[in-house]
């Protein structure tokens, strides 16, 4: 297995730390476009987002970095607290972020990227954090980070976590969608199905006995029927909505032509 010296450290993508769901994020002092900030103070009682890319200044990140910045007002109504990484200068992310608004907003005086940006320089955050892609490399060929997603609760421990290669860029119309089911699922006993979007049928959880859940959910719970027999695919509309839901069907159809 290939290592890197990585801030004197012999390094390897298998010594890295990581984070794992559950754990707690640690409580980095970090050096961002908008100042030195540890990052539990920065993200406060909200939910936080840190979300890492490859380098300043290539194609795929900064559609990235500009469809984050066009949603920022989804993320603030969800009281959710985003915050990017790489492991290039603060020089860079300052001028980088003007390419970043320019290819993203009409009118750019004036703007400001409305998330900060951490300067990893040392790879501090990317070892701990197993955010390292041993196949992008920087000029002196040291691996720099990938396309990590860590969604953190207002408790500071990692609720979700997303892990791109350097060549497919991430849909943040998607992490909208998972905040919102981890939101509905952090307060409500509930689990959301494939494709679920605010609104649609939830899931009753497997483990939840018939009589809880009829108690729980008045206005009823749905449960298809399966050649198994078994009972365990339990629908019931979406709690935070309260319309009337129609099951989806089981499968969605798949085109005809190949
Ligand atoms: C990009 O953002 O376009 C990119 C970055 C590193 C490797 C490949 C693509």
């Given at each position: 297995m290939e290592t890197w010296s990585v801030a004197g450290q012999p390094t390897t993508t298998s010594n890295m730390p990581g984070l794992l769901l559950g754990d707690e994020l640690p409580n980095f002092e970090v050096e961002t476009t908008a100042g030195t900030v540890k990052l539990h103070e920065y993200f406060g009682d909200s939910w936080g987002i840190l979300f890492s890319h490859p380098?300043?200044?290539?194609p795929v990140c900064t559609t990235e970095l500009g469809r984050v910045a066009r949603l920022s007002g989804e993320f603030s109504k969800r009281d959710v607290k985003l915050i990017a990484l790489s492991v290039d200068s603060l020089e860079d992310h300052r001028n980088w972020s003007k390419d970043i608004l320019a290819y993203n907003c009409e009118e750019t005086e004036g703007c400001e990227l409305p998330y900060p940006i951490i300067a990893d320089n040392k790879r501090e955050l990317a070892v701990a954090l197993g955010m390292?892609?041993?196949v992008e490399k920087d000029k002196n060929g040291i691996p720099v980070t990938a396309r990590c997603v860590f969604i953190i609760g207002p408790d500071k421990t990692l609720k979700l976590s997303l892990l791109y290669p350097n060549t497919t860029g991430r849909s943040f119309d998607e992490i909208l969608r998972v905040v919102d089911s981890l939101q509905l699922t952090a307060h409500k006993q509930v689990a959301t199905p494939t494709e679920w979007m605010p609104g649609g049928c939830v899931m009753v959880p497997p483990n939840m006995p018939e009589e809880e859940a009829a108690a729980l959910f008045p206005i009823g719970v749905f449960s298809k029927e399966m050649p198994s027999g078994r009972k365990y695919l339990r629908y019931t509309p979406d709690p935070q909505d309260r319309k009337g839901c129609e099951p989806p069907p089981a499968e969605p159809e798949l085109p005809t032509t190949l």
């Open positions: 380098r300043d200044y290539t390292l892609d041993p």
